[in-house]
């Protein structure tokens, strides 16, 4: 079998150190956002001020990586003009593309910057072929990536009938709902990544510690209860245990991480082009850790599909760094549409 | 950063934290806030995250040597507490070989939460800043020492 054609690796930077050890450890492109709510990542001291952008982009363009900025929350009413200037400053800064959800920022930039490469960010929700190439026709998007809940037939669909290169996610918590329109954290807090840039900020987040237990709060509202042993996840509506006619379980998502080490060979077959890691709100340790493990998986790809087999090693390494220290394949290897 | 050596899961012998709680917590408080205080000194710590710690209070306990660290952060000072507040703003709780490997960046902290083996109590925005702040600190390069050069 003659050497294939992988996809790019596309990693989270929340910080200077976290960019630096994605580069050192394989990515081929790190993405990250400004420190405000253009950012669906905008939590408390994350993220990146103009001088550790200016360096950021400086240490990977030196290495031949390509830095994307991260613009992927939607204009609030009368501020429209903040997610313009933050577009200008992308294009000033020089990164190689934007990732943008908002249609009317798309249209902005096409118009502003022709020259500055555009992404549609999974925000934008764009989960047909249909909504691919009208955002290819209109503001002449580059890629695209797709939500976390087609399975790899319907992602292969989509690849097959546009000229839009598709990423799709890699590895990472999951975010079950079509990204995008979920709004379970508006629901509790008034607040969700589409308007503030986060999904449960912190500020709504209580865990109450007590012996041999540990609950979890968002805004006073109990979402899980964990025992001593039992692994924990991020405090999303998404991921609590709720009781549905006299059971309590985990009735929409278990406290999980996506991992798509086994059908990585399927996914380069069908025409992926990127493959992202999720996590700008980890720690420059689990870059390095995620993004070494994905880059061996891809680079063993490299040299023949029929060689590449899923080490236990890499395994391991990913599922120690989970939510719930569990992984799942989600959406892609789903029986049903 | 990369220490070059590799810190092993470990847990101290029960036996450590009940001689533990009963000697004086002042000097785990005083090393800390030194270390700390040489970080924002340094400027490593950014002046926006300090501000946000401002007049708040923090306990770090290492829960297998019984051992309590107490601060409170004021005019961008970290000052160690004779007394440990029982509610304070934050309070971070992990056996010490999770905090070492922390310090050592060898396992990220939300790793470390989702196995239950740090906690965080109080308020969790707080702890966010901290733990942020922490993660963006580009240590500068250590001396290259015999023991600290790395093997790679
Ligand atoms: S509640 Fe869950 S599904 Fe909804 S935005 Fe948050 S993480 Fe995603």
Redesign the pocket.
């Given at each position: 079998m003659p050497p294939m054609k992988v996809p790019r690796l596309v990693c989270p930077a929340g910080s200077l150190p976290a960019l630096k050890a994605a580069v050192d450890h394989g990515a081929d492109e790190v993405y990250f956002g400004f420190r405000n709510d253009t950012n669906a990542r905008n939590f408390a001291g994350l993220n990146f001020d103009r001088p550790a952008m200016v360096e950021g982009i400086r240490y990977a363009h030196a290495r031949n990586r390509r830095v994307l900025l991260a613009i992927n929350t939607f204009a609030q009413p009368g501020r429209a003009v903040d997610w313009q200037h933050a577009v200008d400053e992308a294009a000033a800064l020089g990164v190689d593309a934007v990732i943008l959800a908002d249609v009317g920022l798309l249209d902005y930039a096409s118009r502003r910057h022709p020259g500055l490469r555009l992404h549609l960010s999974v925000q934008g929700s764009a989960t047909s072929y249909e909504a691919v190439n009208f955002a290819h026709r209109e503001f002449g998007i580059r890629r695209a990536v797709l939500p976390r809940v087609l399975t790899l037939a319907q992602v292969e669909t989509v690849i097959r009938n546009t000229p839009v290169a598709i990423e799709v996610f890699g590895f990472g918590?999951?975010?079950?709902?079509n990204?995008g329109r979920?709004?379970?954290?508006s629901y509790a807090t008034g607040e969700?990544?589409n308007t503030v840039g986060a999904?449960?900020p912190a500020r709504h987040v209580q865990w109450e510690k007590s012996p041999g237990r540990m609950n979890t709060r968002l805004n006073g509202i109990l979402i899980d209860s964990f025992a001593d042993d039992e692994a924990a996840g991020?405090p999303?509506?998404?991921?609590g245990r709720f009781e549905v006619q006299g059971e309590t379980y985990y009735a929409?998502?278990e406290p999980t991480s996506l991992n798509v080490l086994e059908i990585l060979p399927d996914i380069a077959r069908i025409g992926v082009a990127a493959v992202k890691v999720e996590g700008r709100q980890r720690s420059p340790t689990y870059v390095a850790q995620v993004t070494r493990t994905l880059r061996a998986a891809l680079d063993e790809l490299a040299d023949g599909a029929q060689r590449y087999h899923v080490r236990p090693a890499w395994q391991k390494e990913l599922a120690r760094v989970s939510e719930g220290s569990q992984v799942t394949l989600g959406a892609y290897d789903r029986p049903w549409r | 950063m990369s220490l070059g050596f590799t810190i092993p899961p470990f847990r101290l012998p029960e036996i450590v934290s009940v001689i533990g709680v009963h000697l004086p917590q002042w000097p785990h408080s005083l090393v800390l806030v030194a270390a700390l205080n040489a970080a924002a000194k340094l400027g490593l710590l950014p002046e926006d995250a300090l501000a946000r710690l401002e007049d708040r209070t923090f306990v770090v306990e290492v829960l297998d040597a019984g051992a309590l660290a107490c601060f409170r952060c004021q005019r961008g000072v970290f000052r160690p507490l004779l007394a440990c507040p029982t509610t304070a703003d934050l309070r971070f709780q992990a056996n010490l070989a999770a905090f070492l490997q922390l310090l050592a960046r060898q396992e990220d902290p939300d790793t470390l939460f989702f196995r239950r083996e740090l906690s965080i109590v109080g308020d969790t925005e707080l702890g966010l800043v901290v733990k942020n702040m922490l993660d963006a600190i580009e240590w500068p390069s250590l001396p290259t020492l015999p023991v600290f050069r790395s093997r790679a």
């Open positions: 918590s999951l975010c079950v709902m990204e979920c709004w379970l954290s969700s990544p999904c449960s991020y999303t509506l998404c991921k929409l998502e | -």
